[in-house]
Nanobody, 126 residues
Framework: QLLFVESGGGLEQPGGSLRLSCAAS????????IAWFRQAPGKEREPVSC???????NYADSVKGRATISRDLAKNTAYLQMNNLKPEDTAVYYC????????????????????WGQGTQVTVSS
């Protein structure tokens, strides 16, 4: 089982910033491609960003220039820095692990080694 505990979400004004954390257990981050997903109310879960040993990329055009994924291997923790937050960023954010970033863009991707964590709620509102 690959387990995740997401944290760092909260309520922010439009234009604000948040840094989300994903503490991983049951595996070492350096052996996997780590991604962040989000799910807004009434919508499907969608990939936001991913990084592995070769690439760091954003999947959603709406977050380009505003989202930065990173990891601290010593802490076995991944992060998502979100800047210039917009109301449409409101969602529950989840982290995930797979072999390569290319896999996350596939239709109806689901965790291959375990299950989704509880996620962390991000709310952007005035």
């Amino acid at each position: 089982q690959l387990l995740f505990v997401e944290s760092g979400g909260g309520l922010e004004q439009p234009g604000g910033s948040l840094r989300l954390s994903c503490a991983a257990s049951g595996f070492r981050l350096e052996y996997y491609a780590i991604a962040w997903f989000r799910q807004a109310p009434g919508k499907e879960r969608e990939p936001v960003s991913c990084m592995d040993s070769d690439v760091s990329l954003n999947y959603a055009d709406s977050v380009k220039g505003r989202a930065t994924i990173s990891r601290d291997l010593a802490k076995n923790t991944a992060y998502l820095q979100m800047n210039n937050l917009k109301p449409e960023d409101t969602a529950v954010y989840y982290c995930a692990a797979d072999r390569h970033c290319a896999y996350y863009g596939r239709h109806n991707w689901s965790p291959p080694y375990g299950s989704w964590g509880q996620g962390t709620q991000v709310t952007v509102s005035s």
